[in-house]
């Protein structure tokens, strides 16, 4: 029977027990290895027996499927903001009518019938107060005014955001070929958050580098040994999807050269090896093959079933006879094969070859042959003498299968496998209960070792470990790697030869982090049996409330007063991009802050590499152990920086000059006391005041707290880019995640709101897609706040003229379908297609990035900009028709189209002035809404032959145009209208250009300077050394 929580949405975590009734009810412990989730790929494994724990809507998958993930962007917040207004406004207009109908109603009035547009039952008021005619007539104008509020506009935003996340799917310069990725897009309606970043939080390792690592040096008992950096380089890790896999029969034959000379018993400067030396470096190399997650796995069905051509496909018995062969070395092939008698024969000089009779099967002739050069080749030895072993020897390290690779869940333990694969200790296999390995000290024969318990690793210990039973000698041996200041501190040194060797081990440690490698320290333990059992009983069988802080105190007591072993140094290189990337982001005034694991000194070089801190840069470190003394070190720090920047001082920590930027490096241990200690705002404000932050040895909880200090207490649109599970909570918290598919699996692309390839795509994301996003949204937004109240003031103008009764003078059926049909198709794509530069320009000029985080186009006062000019076009618009209709023997629905006619040209007009890039598309919409405009009218006023009254259009359109004076009037209440909106325009943008201006006007040929062959354009920020040519945009 099995017991376990309940399902829940929790990934990576599970516990629960195996009941054995049949055992006096023994409980034996689950956790998330024993799991399963729905969607995963077994692999390695014919089959297995399993008991299914949750189904249907209970799995795990299905509690994290809760569809689009929804957030609320700035632009949205500030949109019903304004919509509020907008409800204040219709309740003004609505109070502001009811009661000029009470007081129209409570003048003196001879009679009811002489009471204008209100028509009463045989004369009579029956009684009726002005008030309650007031009171009715509110709710008479909220159905008038009710288009005041637009909730159109949030159907618009829905349409837009989904096309604009579209093109951002579809952009192929966002493609990265090697690994076939293009942009996701998961939350559907914070595209313009993409144009207001400020704040940027990265990972370093998978997000600033491949991730893909290189062994490159070690230290064994105080010894250093460096890689070859030729084969190194050639020793880089391939990737398979998301899994990093490896070839360990291709990477073994690679040259080695850090301990060659170790294998030949002396050390890189020629020194004898001792016993004790030689046999710590084997328990540091079978360290390195066994403690890690890596498997040997065989993959020879897939390979046979590929060679075999699909026109000559053999029956199933002869491909599994074929696929079921295992070869060795030399002398003469013990497999499945003997059906086809395959013997070796005497090869010339090149090694074995194999001679396959081809009487047996005739139809998979040519597939055959392919397996046989393929088999042939596995045999050939590649060392340059052609004489195949040295001494006749067979080794176990050369024993060839028709595939088999190693796969790994980092690409650290991959790597570290691979390297110790090549210097003679080789993973041959794995189970959950042993492990298989060949040690070069153990001659030709395999080791095997009985894996008694692995304690995964997990982002608050930084350490793995694995608890090996010798079969030899019973040993029982604890083994675990992790982050050096992790593993120091679980040394106990006995003499002072290991107090040596503990120094020795930190200066290398330290020289390997100045290097940029990445560094991960090993040590050992040797267990008491009984000791043991007792400890692993309580391991497996804790209770579930409190199963995982009981099991981490449980591995935090085992993994004390160990010895140490040795450590090594990996080398992540750069992706491609990324020092562009980040300088283009600094110069878009976009702090970038690198959150990361690693050690300081691997950090820092990482950050000089990367151009994060600028080598010319003053680096200001706060590395406190004790907590006394952070608050004293973080005011030293702001007394210096604000001394600097003009504020009164007595004292000053840092005598650098003020010109010289600052880069504040702090480690995990500080943080934590930092956010303990109530220091944030402290250590805020001293951030803000630098460049670049760089965390180091932070923990995922850390990297999700700072970002959210920056997000709440600066008030800053912060972004977070990570790539693996650590990054999750980090890129949960910012306002706008995004995740790397990269080689550490797809949780952080799969919990972010957007996902890439590479880092360098995240700077086209945002200087283009946000950019025009942000631009595109902020001026629709605004512009149907601009059309919605236009038309309501137009209406409200009028009830002046008839006593507030709740007579319109524009026909209910052109109220409906003004703004469904006749306004709405246009601002749709000029919000989808329009852009203000080109992309090529955006991504050669940062600076043009800032208009978005610095709110330029949608800002407090918008709003009110946009009600003030409807407020004057309905005016301009109402009474250019009421004065030129004053005296005219006109009907009232004449009246009221002619304004309509107005209202439209007007709106489409000021859209047009809105417009930087005319195409096709929005041309249509334009057109297409002008001309539908006119034929809904002419075909309302031909079929409408008996509309119930008041409502009577027909033949008034066709009445309108057949008078010249009412074309005249149509022009004329235009051009009042929307004239002066194109002046303020023209005046704003000559006395106070934007750099959006300076680069349009630029790019349309109107600068100033230019001469016959160049131009040269040359900016107030820029020095001369920067000027930037046509050509160049």
């Known amino acids: 029977m099995v017991e376990c929580e309940a399902p829940n949405a929790e990934l990576n975590k599970f516990n629960g027990y195996v009941v054995r009734h049949l055992d006096n009810g023994r409980k034996k412990g689950l956790s998330k290895e024993n799991l399963l989730l729905r969607g995963c790929v077994l692999r390695n494994t014919d089959?297995?027996?399993?008991?299914?724990?949750?189904?249907?809507?209970?799995?795990?998958?299905?509690?994290?499927?809760?569809?689009?993930?929804?957030?609320?962007?700035?632009?949205?917040?500030?949109?019903?903001?304004?919509?509020?207004?907008?409800?204040?406004?219709?309740?003004?207009?609505?109070?502001?009518?009811?009661?000029?109908?009470?007081?129209?109603l409570s003048l003196k009035w001879d009679s009811p019938e002489d009471i204008p547009y209100i028509p009463f039952d045989d004369g009579v008021r029956d009684g009726s107060k002005p008030a309650v005619e007031g009171f009715l007539r509110f709710w008479t104008f909220i159905i008038i005014y009710q288009v005041m509020i637009p909730l159109s506009l949030y159907a618009t935003l829905e349409i837009v955001k989904f096309c604009q996340v579209y093109f951002i799917h579809q952009d192929i310069a966002m493609y990265y070929e090697e690994a076939d990725i293009l942009p996701v897009c998961r939350?559907?309606?914070?595209?313009?958050?993409?144009?207001?970043?400020?704040?940027?939080?990265?990972?370093?390792?998978?997000?600033?580098?491949?991730?893909?690592?290189?062994?490159?040096?070690?230290?064994?008992?105080?010894?250093?040994?460096?890689?070859?950096?030729?084969?190194a380089d050639n020793a880089a890790s391939e990737t398979d999807g998301a899994q990093a896999t490896a070839d360990p029969v291709t990477d073994e034959t690679k040259s080695t050269s850090v301990l060659t000379s170790v294998a030949n018993g002396y050390t890189d400067e020629g020194e004898e090896l001792t016993d004790e030396q030689k046999a710590k470096i084997n328990e540091f190399l079978l360290l390195l093959a066994t403690c890690n997650t890596v498997v040997v796995s065989s993959h020879s069905h897939n390979l046979s079933m590929s060679m075999l051509d699909s026109t000559t496909m053999p029956s199933s018995e002869s491909v599994d006879t074929i696929d079921t062969a295992i070869t060795t070395p030399n002398g003469t092939i013990t497999s499945h094969y003997s059906r086809f008698n395959i013997q070796e024969a005497n090869g010339s000089a090149s090694g074995s070859v194999l001679e396959v009779p081809m009487t047996t099967f005739t139809p998979v002739k040519n597939a055959l042959k392919k397996i046989t050069a393929r088999i042939r080749r596995s045999f050939i030895n590649e060392d340059s003498s052609g004489d195949g072993?040295?001494?006749?020897?067979?080794?176990?390290?050369?024993?060839?299968?028709l595939a088999s690779r190693y796969e790994a869940e980092s690409p650290d333990e991959l790597a570290l496998v691979k390297a110790v694969c090549k210097y003679g200790c080789r993973l041959l296999s794995r189970t959950s209960q042993s492990v298989s390995v060949y040690l070069p000290s153990a001659g030709s024969s395999p080791i095997q070792y009985e894996v008694l318990a692995v304690l995964p690793f997990d982002s608050v210990r930084k350490c793995m470990s694995v608890v090996l039973a010798d079969e030899r000698s019973g040993e029982i041996v604890l083994y675990t790697k992790g982050a050096d200041n992790i593993i120091f501190d679980k040394i106990k040194c006995k003499d002072n030869n290991q107090k040596e060797l503990l120094k020795q081990t930190r200066i290398y440690v330290n020289h390997f982090a100045k290097d940029g490698l990445r560094t991960l320290c090993m040590a050992k333990k040797v267990l008491d049996r009984e000791m043991f059992e007792g400890w692993y009983e309580r391991y497996t069988n804790c209770d579930l409330e409190d199963r995982e802080a009981v099991q981490f105190s449980l591995c935090n007591m085992i993994e004390t007063e160990m010895e140490l072993l040795g450590a090594t140094g990996i080398e992540d290189r750069l992706q491609e991009g990324v020092a562009e990337s980040i300088q283009a982001l600094e110069q878009a005034n976009i702090k970038v802050w690198v959150l990361t694991g690693d050690k300081q000194e691997t950090a820092i070089n990482i950050g000089y590499a990367c151009g994060l801190l600028p080598t010319d840069a003053a680096i200001l470190?706060?590395?406190?152990?004790?907590?006394?003394?952070?608050?004293?070190?973080?005011?030293?720090?702001?007394?210096?920086?604000?001394?600097?920047?003009?504020?009164?001082?007595?004292?000053?920590?840092?005598?650098?000059?003020?010109?010289?930027?600052?880069?504040?490096?702090?480690?995990?241990?500080?943080?934590?006391?930092?956010?303990?200690?109530?220091?944030?705002?402290?250590?805020?404000?001293?951030?803000?005041?630098?460049?670049?932050?760089l965390c180091c040895r932070t923990t995922p909880s850390q990297k999700a707290q700072i970002v959210?200090?920056?997000?709440?207490?600066?008030?800053?649109l912060t972004l977070a880019i990570g790539d693996g599970a650590n990054d999750v909570n980090m890129i949960r918290t910012a306002n706008v995640g995004v995740g790397i598919e990269g080689l550490e699996g797809k949780q952080a692309s799969m919990a972010a709101d957007f996902s890439l390839g590479r880092f360098k795509h995240l700077v086209r994301l945002l200087f283009?897609?946000?950019?025009?996003?942000?631009?595109?949204?902020?001026?629709?937004?605004?512009?149907?706040?601009?059309?919605?109240?236009?038309?309501?003031?137009?209406?409200?103008?009028?009830?002046?003229?008839?006593?507030?009764?709740?007579?319109?003078?524009?026909d209910q059926v052109y109220l409906i379908v003004f703004h469904l049909l006749f306004t709405s198709v246009p601002p749709i794509i000029f919000a989808i297609l329009d852009q203000d530069l080109p992309a090529h320009t955006l991504m050669a000029h940062p600076t043009l990035y800032q208009q978005g985080p610095e709110n330029k186009l949608y800002h407090r006062y918008s709003y009110w900009i946009q009600i003030l000019d409807s407020l004057y076009q309905s005016l301009a618009i109402f009474f250019i028709s009421y004065l030129h209709y004053a005296d005219a023997d006109i009907g009232l629905w004449s009246f009221g189209t002619t304004q309509t006619v107005t209202l439209v040209f007007a709106q489409l007009i000021v859209l047009a002035f809105e417009?930087?890039?005319?195409?096709?598309?929005?041309?249509?919409?334009?057109?297409?809404?002008?001309?539908?405009?006119?034929?809904?009218?002419l075909i309302l006023g031909t079929a409408c032959l008996r509309c119930d009254p008041p409502s009577n259009p027909y033949w008034v359109m066709q009445?309108?145009?057949?008078?010249?004076?009412?074309?005249?009037?149509?022009?004329?209440?235009?051009?009042?209208?929307?004239?002066?909106?194109?002046?303020f325009l023209v005046f704003y943008n000559m006395v106070y250009p934007t750099d959006v201006i300076h680069y349009r006007s630029l790019l349309l040929g109107k600068s100033k300077h230019r001469d016959s062959q160049n131009l040269n354009i040359v900016f107030p920020d820029e020095t001369p050394a920067t000027h930037r040519t046509i050509e160049h945009l």
Not at 708 to 716: A, D, H, I, Q, W
Not at 781 to 793: A, E, H, M, P, W
Not at 915 to 937: A, D, E, K, M, N
Not at 961 to 981: E, F, K, Q, T
Request: glycine share 6%.
């Open 389 to 401: 072993l040295p001494n006749g020897e067979e080794s176990v390290l050369s024993q060839r299968t």
């Open 768 to 810: 283009v897609h946000g950019h025009w996003s942000y631009d595109r949204l902020a001026i629709m937004t605004l512009y149907n706040f601009f059309k919605n109240s236009n038309l309501i003031f137009v209406l409200f103008w009028y009830q002046i003229f008839c006593m507030f009764s709740g007579q319109t003078h524009i």
């Open 915 to 937: 417009t930087r890039y005319w195409q096709w598309p929005f041309i249509c919409s334009i057109v297409l809404s002008l001309v539908g405009f006119w034929v809904f009218l």
């Open 47 to 104: 089959y297995i027996k399993g008991i299914v724990i949750y189904a249907g809507h209970d799995t795990k998958a299905m509690k994290n499927s809760s569809g689009p993930r929804y957030k609320r962007s700035k632009l949205e917040r500030y949109m019903n903001r304004d919509v509020i207004w907008c409800l204040v406004i219709l309740l003004f207009l609505c109070f502001f009518s009811a009661i000029g109908s009470g007081v129209w």
């Open 708 to 716: 959210e200090l920056v997000k709440t207490k600066s008030k800053k």
């Open 959 to 983: 009445t309108i145009l057949s008078y010249a004076d009412s074309w005249l009037c149509i022009m004329l209440g235009v051009i009042v209208a929307v004239v002066p909106r194109l002046v």
């Open 187 to 231: 939350a559907l309606n914070i595209t313009e958050e993409l144009g207001q970043v400020q704040h940027i939080f990265s990972d370093k390792t998978g997000t600033l580098t491949e991730n893909k690592m290189v062994f490159k040096a070690c230290v064994i008992g105080g010894m250093l040994f460096r890689e070859d950096t030729t084969s």
């Open 621 to 693: 470190t706060l590395n406190v152990p004790n907590a006394d003394e952070v608050e004293s070190a973080l005011q030293g720090h702001l007394r210096g920086t604000l001394t600097r920047s003009g504020a009164a001082s007595t004292a000053s920590a840092d005598t650098r000059p003020p010109h010289i930027p600052k880069c504040l490096i702090v480690d995990g241990k500080t943080l934590s006391h930092i956010f303990s200690g109530n220091l944030s705002k402290s250590f805020l404000r001293l951030a803000d005041s630098c460049l670049a932050v």
